[in-house]
């Protein structure tokens, strides 16, 4: 009696787990696989109860189930490739369902075997004794069932992290159970004169096996798999109920459904407890955590570092992967795509922390709908020591941004002052070297001229990059902007972006004067390298306009690469170090920036990004 009702209760939750799993499919990758194995091993269960349930006239549609065991195996095993983004040839695994179809279809024909009466199983009247058809089905499924366990374990030893080996053990160790449990069933096949205890463990198979692919998956999901675990749980005690009834001096079935009952009633409540700390691991946070997290949070140094650091110890508080953010301002939901995609959708739990725009940093959970009281207390105790973090770091950020800002005005103060002294002290020697070489020979004069030159245009870089000065956005064509200023540099090309109208809002004299100084810099190191290109492109991306200034000459050293837009770094020989200095100016006024960046097949590229909508700045 006990195994028919631990095989009742293991049937209606495989039933109710393949339901959840198609209403969830698109969460777990390979779900309707899992779906169809979960109803393969349904049909293995109405296969062997059948005659008990019915009389033993339905034996042969009860053979004619058992011959399907091998299509579950397959199932199974391509359940566990896909689960495990095994790199296998598909043309494999339509091997494998063409080897269980041809074996179900074998069995279906000759029979697997027959139903007999087996002493030892106390309480079941039929239980199938394989014959040798029988056998070799049992020894296909079997072995289609070792390769996806195999494929597990393979999986588990190149897992990329700790929760993904988890996982996957907790997929395997169900594997190992469900095995256990239907181990009894051999004891008939074998004529073994054994009770099958290990059946009654049969109503926890489906169960493990959904929990440890659910369990770090989705909290939704995770609900189901928290009430049928505990669901479980209560029937088999219920069921082990049953056989201690038998020790009473006297035979009554009201009296063993009230024990039953009153059992279920008993533990509900520490089972549903123990079942919730099985599925959400964690637990209510103490002032230890508190002051870890306070410690912790407070040593990070950034916004980014921030994210990382909470993501980390939130993740590690709960047992799973649990996803932070922290910006400024509230992420907007991502538009709907209009392209479909193939790929599983596996959303997680996330915290997201974001300042308000009447107040300050306050956090949001999503994904925690369907968690536990006690999960959702512990991450919004969490999110409110990270939003306190997230405002002393930015307070922090502002404070080191107007330090920085205070030092380099001082600066640039100082340097003007610098600069307009010497311009003012050097004019005189200048003019009177110019005039007491004004009689030399003509090589002397221009060599003298040319350095006289070189002095003059450093003074006045300086004091172009020391002196406030505003900028003036209008309105426009950049291209036809581009092809006034290389008029007379006829090396200079023009990407396909600028050879049509290109609008933009810049300040056309800064504009010119960026640019100049970029090209000036790329023709410069052209020609130093005896190369032939320099390119000039735009683009336009979210929020902006970027202008790409290119070169095929040598490059740009390592050791200058950091501190290439810093007054005096300068790549060419006669440089004065200031013009790149200056372009950092001008796009910074422009609230864009300038910078190094990539793109093949030239040597050196430098970007000057434009916000859509700049305003005038100092």
């Known amino acids: 009696m006990a195994i028919h009702v631990a095989l009742f209760l293991t049937l209606l939750e495989t039933l109710a787990l393949g339901i959840v799993l198609l209403v969830w499919a698109k969460q777990v990758q390979g779900a309707r696989l899992l779906v169809v194995f979960l109803m393969g091993v349904a049909t293995w269960i109405v296969g062997n109860e059948l005659p008990n349930w019915f009389g033993i006239a339905t034996a042969p549609l009860a053979m004619a189930l058992l ?14 490739l896909i689960f495990c983004h095994s790199p296998i040839d598909r043309r494999w695994i339509y091997a494998a369902y063409a080897g269980a179809g041809v074996t179900a279809l074998h069995a279906l024909l000759r029979s697997p075997g027959t ?6 199983f106390t309480g079941v009247e039929w239980v199938v004794v394989p014959n040798h058809v029988g056998w070799m089905t049992s020894l296909v499924w079997a072995c289609l069932a070792a390769l996806g366990i195999l494929a597990l374990l393979m999986a588990f030893f190149h897992a990329a992290s700790a929760q993904r080996q988890r996982q996957i053990a907790a997929v395997a160790m169900s594997c190992g159970w469900g095995l256990m449990a239907m181990s009894g069933y051999a004891f008939a096949a074998l004529q073994i004169p054994i009770y099958p205890w290990q059946v009654l ?14 369990r770090y998956r989705v909290f939704v999901a995770n609900v189901w798999a928290r009430r ?3 669901s479980a749980i209560l029937m088999a005690s219920g069921v082990l109920v049953v056989p201690l009834a038998v020790m009473l001096p006297f035979e009554s079935r009201w009296v ?10 008993a533990l509900r409540g520490p089972v549903w407890s123990f079942a919730a700390r099985l599925v959400y691991p964690g637990g209510t946070p103490s002032a230890d955590d508190l002051r870890d997290w306070r410690a912790a949070l407070s040593r990070t140094a950034s916004l980014d570092e921030l994210q990382a650091e909470a993501a980390a110890l939130l993740s590690r508080r709960m047992g799973l992967e649990v996803q932070v953010l922290v910006v400024p301002q509230m992420p907007r939901p991502p538009e709907p795509s209009t392209v479909s995609s193939t790929e599983p959708v596996e959303p997680m739990p996330a915290l997201v922390c974001s300042r308000a725009a009447d107040s300050g940093w306050e956090t949001r959970l999503a994904g925690f709908d369907e968690a536990p009281p006690g999960q959702r207390h512990l991450a919004e105790l969490f999110g409110s020591v990270l939003a306190d973090a997230a405002s002393h ?22 340097l003007g002052s610098l600069a307009t002294t010497v311009a003012h002290d050097l004019r005189n020697p200048l003019n009177i070297i110019a005039m007491a070489v004004a009689l030399s020979p003509e090589e002397t004069r221009q060599e003298v001229g ?52 290109f609008i933009a809002s810049v300040d ?14 790329a023709r410069q190191a052209r020609h130093g390298a005896g190369q032939q290109r320099v390119l000039v492109d735009a683009e336009r991306v979210d929020g902006g306009v970027l202008l790409h200034v290119c070169d095929d000459g040598p490059g740009i050293a390592a050791d200058l690469r950091e501190r290439l837009f810093e007054p005096f770094a300068s790549r060419s020989p006669g440089g004065t170090g200031l013009g790149l200095a200056i372009v950092a100016r001008i796009m910074a006024a422009h609230g864009g920036s300038a910078a190094l960046s990539e793109r093949a097949p030239w040597r050196t590229c430098f970007t000057l990004n434009f916000p859509m909508h700049p305003t005038a700045a100092s």
């Open 450 to 501: 040319e350095q006289i030159a070189r002095i003059s245009r450093l003074t006045e870089d300086l004091l172009d990059y020391a002196k406030p000065w505003q900028i003036q956005p209008l309105e426009i064509d950049l291209a036809s902007r581009m092809r006034t200023l290389i008029r007379r540099m006829p090396d200079v090309e023009l990407g396909t972006s600028l050879q049509g109208e």
């Open 67 to 80: 011959s399907t065991l091998p299509l579950t195996s397959a199932a199974f095993l391509h359940f566990c």
């Open 228 to 230: 049928a675990l505990a």
């Open 201 to 214: 463990a049969a109503p926890a198979y489906p169960v493990i096996l959904v929990y440890g692919i659910l």
């Open 508 to 521: 056309p004299v800064r504009f010119d004067q960026a640019v100049v100084n970029l090209l000036t810099n």
């Open 256 to 265: 063993v459904a009230i024990a039953v009952a009153a059992v279920c009633l």
């Open 393 to 414: 770091v930015e307070h922090a950020e502002r404070a080191r941004e107007r330090e920085r800002e205070h030092q380099l005005q001082a600066r640039l103060a100082e």
């Open 115 to 120: 139903f007999e009466h087996f002493a030892p």
